[in-house]
């Protein structure tokens, strides 16, 4: 049991999770960021860890992960900065980003860091679920992480059933077939789809992310699942003056 | 085939389909329908009829007396800049098109370097009156402008990639983000032999024909079916694929791939892959890809925007790191001259990405009754802005 499956146990509705890359606006706001989330009331979090090329994200991920960079974030520096991380911070933490830099840093090195600060998962949006179970997993169950897998309205039920065998804290259901940072809509079809995992009683509970910005949307994702994941929404406040001081706003308009 | 990709696509360490799930449903249904398709004798036929009443092929197997003199051996070129739209990325585009048509794609979206696959795909897609969307860097906008012009008059639709180096790499990333969010009706025609499984094998398989004719008409030229050497330029690598393909298991024959040095290998502007990268995952496959130590993918440099690429095929990262073939790397410079040099002895103007492939003439070895393949890749026309300004003609 890790904080996530803890956090799952004691509360199944309108779990609110927020998103961000670490490393923006500025080099050494990782820790001061998630600490002001967890005041705010945010009941888990995704810290980003740039990537140059990051293809399932829009312009405004794109944007602070290459600021991130031009900063100089790196999976070290990060791994420095997570240190202090359990001093402050007791909401459970994912860290998410694109498998090349993993890959460079060792994938059981990694895990191991990532256990070492008080991570509790992973989210690897293109570390393919073959070479995770045939390659990484060991590592990951070693250091008690949980590796996140994504279904899409396009994911078929087999699929579902398949990754809902592989995971043992969430799903992450995709609004739609898309790079971050879009809208959600609620079409028929999108409902259908809710309504289609909803029915499959899956073992996991279920977390909606992408196009989550307001409370509005927020509110819809959560009549079909566990919670929902606000991320560039998040990230475009960080873009203000004064963000620090906006942040337990900007929870509070998502979730009062 | 020995150097062949096994069930789970991969070609020894390298290969597999990276992708994020939202790709998934597009990549697994080529992968279980790709073979099937491609084998089928419908699809062969009209595949076949393309490729020589559209395309022009078999395209000429052509002995250059001018450079044998100068280089003391048999110098065939194999001509695939005399294929419609001037490069071999026709070959590929057919094949892929006649692929989307049977899948029942409405859509189709592909990214460019030089502006040739993108030329390529614009022309099946008018073809076969098919939406077309080509991704394509800012800064290859720029130094293509001519073949940006080519896929408008052929009713595509060129969408800049502004992230980034605002090249290749970068368009691959937008054609990507386009596919995700598109998931149904969309074939993503990749330009080579990149991206997850089964794209590195099929692109393989549509530009194999370019091996598989030169084989047959070295036969004719020569009486022996197998050349000493055969060289070609690798930006992703699908020429050099195609002209290594039906070789690979003729362990007899020296296969020599040329990547671009650029401003030279030590001087941080270069794309000279199997020289500055690691292995890694780049675009959907775990290959060589130029990176910095934190796994951050390093933009590459060529004058040629065709082999501005930080990656090379898995295939190719395979036979680089097995010694199948010979990966050796031309600057800026060294392509130029070559290029110009082909012009002054054969009469060719050749893309610059096929000078690279000639001007490693210059620093081979020979025996004087060595034959040897030069993969012509494209013909010079796009490029003659850089070439007259490089020159000052
Ligand atoms: C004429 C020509 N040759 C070679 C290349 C490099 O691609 P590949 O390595 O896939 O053959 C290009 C790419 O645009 C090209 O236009």
């Known amino acids: ?84 991380l359990r001093k402050r911070v007791s909401i459970p933490i994912l860290l998410m980003g694109y498998v090349n830099p993993i890959v460079q840093f060792g994938v059981e090195r990694f895990c191991k860091m990532a256990a070492e600060a008080g991570v509790d998962g992973v989210i690897v949006p293109d570390l393919p679920m073959y070479e995770y179970e045939t390659l990484y997993s060991g590592f990951f169950k070693d250091n008690n992480l949980s590796n996140i897998f994504l279904v899409t309205p396009q994911t078929s039920e087999e699929r579902i059933r398949k990754i809902d065998n592989l ?22 079809s999108i409902e259908d789809y809710y309504k289609r995992v909803k029915a499959m009683e899956l073992k996991n509970p279920t977390i909606i992310g992408f196009g989550i910005s307001n409370s509005e949307t927020f509110n819809k994702a959560c009549q079909y699942a566990n919670g929902a994941i606000v991320g560039s929404a998040f990230v475009k406040l960080l873009e203000q003056d004064g963000y620090m001081g906006k942040i337990s706003g900007f929870v509070r308009s998502i979730r009062p | 085939m020995k150097y062949g990709v096994n069930e789970q696509g991969y070609y020894g360490d390298f290969g597999g389909a990276y992708i994020p799930e939202m790709l998934y449903p597009n990549v697994e249904e080529l992968r279980q329908q790709y073979l099937k398709i491609i084998n089928d004798a419908d699809f062969k036929a ?22 044998s003199e100068k280089y003391g051996a048999n110098i065939f070129l194999k001509r695939e800049d005399l294929n419609h739209t001037g490069s071999h990325k026709i070959n590929n585009a057919i094949g892929q098109i006649l692929l989307a048509k049977r899948l029942g794609k409405k859509r189709i979206i592909a990214e460019t370097g030089a502006g040739q696959h993108g030329v390529a ?62 998931p149904v009706d969309t074939h993503y025609i990749i330009g080579s032999v990149v991206g997850p499984y089964p794209y590195p094998d099929m692109v393989a398989r549509f530009q194999s024909i370019i091996s598989a004719e030169t084989k047959q008409q070295l036969k004719e030229h020569t009486g022996k079916e197998l050349p000493e050497y055969v060289m070609a330029c690798v930006g992703g690598g699908s020429n050099a694929m195609g002209m290594f393909y039906h070789f690979l298991d003729d362990e007899s024959v ?50 040629s925007a065709g082999l501005d690429y930080p990656g090379i095929g898995p295939q190719h990262a395979h036979l680089y790191k097995i010694n199948r073939a010979q990966y050796v790397s031309v600057t800026d410079d060294e392509a130029l001259q070559a290029g110009l040099l082909c012009c002054q002895l054969e009469g060719i103007i050749p893309a610059i990405e096929s000078a690279h492939a000639l001007a490693q003439l210059e620093k081979m070895k020979f025996k004087a009754d060595d034959n040897v393949v030069v993969c012509l890749s494209g013909r010079g026309d796009k490029d003659l802005d850089t070439y007259i300004k490089y020159f000052n003609y």
């Open chain 2, 121 to 182: 795909t614009a022309t099946v897609c008018a073809l076969m009156g098919i939406e077309c969307i080509v991704y394509m860097g800012e800064v290859d906008m720029a130094r293509q402008a001519p073949n940006v012009a080519r896929m408008k008059m052929l009713g595509a639709k060129v969408v800049p990639a502004k992230s980034g180096s605002k090249t290749l790499k970068d368009a691959t990333n937008e054609a990507l983000r386009d596919w995700i969010g598109n």
């Open chain 1, 167 to 188: 995971s043992d804290s969430f799903i992450y259901l995709l609004s739609s077939s898309s790079i971050t940072g879009g809208n959600l809509s609620v079409s028929n």
């Open chain 2, 46 to 67: 009209e595949f076949d009829q393309l490729l020589k009443d559209y395309v022009g092929r078999p395209s000429p197997l052509y002995h250059a007396k001018r450079y």
């Open chain 1, 1 to 84: 049991m890790n904080r996530l499956n803890q956090l799952f146990a004691a509360k199944k509705d309108n779990l609110l999770s927020i998103y961000y890359t670490a490393g923006y606006p500025a080099i050494d706001t990782t820790i001061d960021i998630a600490e002001a989330l967890e005041k705010a009331g945010a009941d888990f979090l995704e810290i980003g860890f740039p990537y140059s090329d990051p293809v399932a994200d829009g312009p405004t991920i794109q944007n602070s992960s290459q600021q991130a960079l031009d900063n100089g974030m790196t999976l070290n520096l990060l791994f420095e900065q997570l240190k202090d």
């Open chain 2, 254 to 303: 020296k296969l020599v791939a040329v990547e671009a040095a650029g401003k030279g290998v030590d001087s941080g502007h270069s794309a000279a892959t199997t020289f500055l990268g690691k292995e890694g995952v780049l675009h959907g496959s775990r290959t060589i890809l130029m990176q910095t130590d934190d796994g951050q993918v390093v933009e590459p440099y060529s004058v």
